[in-house]
């Protein structure tokens, strides 16, 4: 079997209608009504039962349609990892995050479908915590997922990897803990982390300077990574907003968390340095965006 008849075949298993499979080959719907003759002929039993209603495929063409269906698509994916490799998706491809809570949950999936895809570009992905931007500029990272906004010249925002919603970590049998919620004006009664060197958007939108009722927020202590704040918490020194999705990833027997209301969720995007931009990098962008869409999809009632 030739590989444009194979083609023919499987896309007419799947319309089962002479006249689309047609359209959607760019052929004449008799060429195909040909193929699919010459095939019957040469396998020696029908692929499909025919009438002026309907077409459907044979027990036996089941069978044809289930053993080329792998075939077919391991053929297209040694195309496109040669492809791939031609424009340059290979080598390695630096991602930091300066917190796993920021990847959002499809972020392991699409790294493990790309290594899949794109075999010879290694991923390798460090948590480099608070996310300098001017690493990607540097060339000490492909690609980073931060927080939006980001207003730096230079660089390209690609898709959104998650919007989570906010919440305030305390100690266990804080005040807070007991009433089961914070606003933002609750903050003016206990201290919050230092920059620590945090992006001044991104500090701004989780720690502003005061409340909307203009109170101060006092600042405690600095951090130099994301689970050092745990033991600050756990400790009664600060209380923390942040976004839902860091319990996944760091956790402390005391330290609980509560809504944070008032407040709009959170997004995260993809950042990389515009004039280093790469094949590597755009595919992984791509298939990120790819990833994102089957995943919601994939949750979207009806």
């Known amino acids: 079997m030739e590989l444009r008849e194979a083609e023919i075949f499987l896309v007419l298993a799947e319309e089962l209608h002479f006249g689309r499979t047609a359209e959607r080959l760019y052929l004449t719907q008799p060429r195909v009504s040909q ?9 020696g039993g029908q692929l499909f039962e025919r009438t002026t209603r309907r077409v459907r495929l044979t027990p036996l063409g089941e069978r044809l349609r289930d053993e080329l269906i792998p075939a077919q698509q391991q053929f297209q994916r040694a ?15 630096r991602i930091c995050l300066p917190t796993y809570s920021m990847a959002g949950q499809s972020f392991t999936m699409i790294v493990r479908t ?9 991923v390798m992905v460090t948590e ?14 492909d690609l980073m997922c931060h927080r939006v906004p980001v207003d730096e010249p230079g660089l390209t925002l690609g898709p959104v990897l998650s919007e989570e919603d906010r919440i305030l970590l305390v100690h266990t049998g804080h005040p807070l803990a007991q009433r089961g919620h914070a606003t933002i004006e609750d903050l003016a009664d ?14 701004d939108q989780f720690y502003p300077a005061t409340t909307p009722t203009g109170r101060p ?21 600060v209380v923390h907003p942040t976004v839902a999705p860091f319990m996944d990833y760091y956790r402390h027997p005391e330290v609980t968390h509560i809504p944070l209301h008032g407040q709009p969720p959170v997004r ?17 962008a791509a298939l990120a965006t790819e990833v994102l869409k089957q995943s919601t999809d994939d949750t979207t009632p009806g």
């Open 114 to 122: 790309f290594q899949d895809r794109y075999p010879d570009c290694k």
């Open 35 to 43: 193929t699919i003759r010459i095939l019957e002929e040469r396998i």
């Open 128 to 141: 480099d915590f608070p996310g300098d931007l001017s690493l990607l500029r540097k060339g000490t990272y």
């Open 217 to 237: 927020i006092p600042r405690g202590p600095e951090i130099t990574m994301s689970s050092d704040v745990l033991q600050l918490v756990a400790r009664g020194e």
């Open 190 to 203: 206990y201290a919050v982390i230092s920059q620590s060197g945090i992006p001044q958007p991104t500090y």
């Open 79 to 93: 195309m496109r990892i040669a492809t791939d490799l031609a424009k340059g998706v290979s080598g390695a491809l």
């Open 268 to 284: 995260s995007v993809l950042v990389w340095a515009t004039t280093r931009e790469t094949a590597a990098i755009r595919a992984f």
